[in-house]
């Protein structure tokens, strides 16, 4: 069931995110100085003219897909969850996990955009596009997902005293004060305490505390995949099995070279495609003005 999630989420990520491009892919085609570069843009997008018919037909298509994609958000972590949930490891056994891990997903998913959106906007100077308006509202997400992640950590630990099962007892206590406990408590300290800071507007108003924080949730998120599955793993139900963990040189280069990936992707996105879309800024940018005009 995890290729049909993940292979779903991959699909409709990436429809979604092409569809929003084919406006501005054809401004491109529009400007492109090359018979190339002009060929390869108009072929992706697919005979834009910018019709009032041709904007009406996209925006239905554009809103078709963002309903599809909201409720796959919530189905596709749920069933990566289950992975964990529908097995007796203990620590992973409990029925918190599916909305853990979709609040979770939004958590971190807003975290990783303010991190790439801040270096974005000093590197290629659209802080006239990317206001602090739209940095606070994005803190103020990280707020309540944060606060929902904060709620699903406490609702672990009382079911697991709750419950009296001794196994699942010492699995918490084992993340809390095992060998492993340096994690556990980098996870609660970037994941629960640092977005707190965010309560404060002149917190949310500065780029650069945002920045460390938006690292710091980042970084939190990370090792709480690492206290799920390792500190679960490494003690279990019996103790002639237990073990530790140890990185070898294979966990390193796959690490690594995700990492590596991903960056090398966004920068070519950022060399090649726009990074704000140009179709939205020329649609609010009327009523921008106008509002300006009134300040004034």
Known sequence: WDMFAISCYFTISLVFWYVGLIPDLATLRDRATSKIKKAVYGFFSLGWNGSNRTWHRYEKVYLLLAGLATPLVVSVHTIVSWDFATSVIPGWHTTILPPYFVAGAVFSG????????????????????????????????????????????????????????????????????????????TMVSCNVLAPQFFWFKKIRRNVAWVFLLSI?????????????????????????????????????????????????????????????????????????????????
């Open 110 to 185: 807003f975290a990783m955009v303010l991190t790439l959106m801040l270096i974005v906007r000093k590197v290629m100077r659209l802080e006239e596009y990317i206001t602090a308006h739209h940095i606070e509202n994005m803190c103020k997400v990280i707020i309540a997902t944060g606060g929902i992640v904060a709620l699903a950590y406490a609702t672990e630990l009382f079911v697991a005293y709750y419950s009296g099962n001794p196994y699942e007892r010492y699995a918490f206590i084992n993340r809390a004060l095992g060998p492993y406990a340096w994690t556990y408590w």
């Open 216 to 296: 710091a949730i980042n970084v939190g998120m990370w090792f709480e995949r690492f206290v799920i599955i390792m500190t679960s793993l490494t003690r279990d139900y019996i103790p002639a099995s237990w073990g530790g963990f140890t990185p070898t040189i294979i966990d390193l280069t796959t690490l690594i070279g995700s990492f590596g990936l991903f960056f090398t992707l966004f920068l070519l996105f950022a060399r090649f495609l726009p990074m704000i879309a140009i179709g939205e800024v020329k649609g609010v940018l009327m009523y921008a003005r106008h509002a300006k005009g009134e300040k004034q």
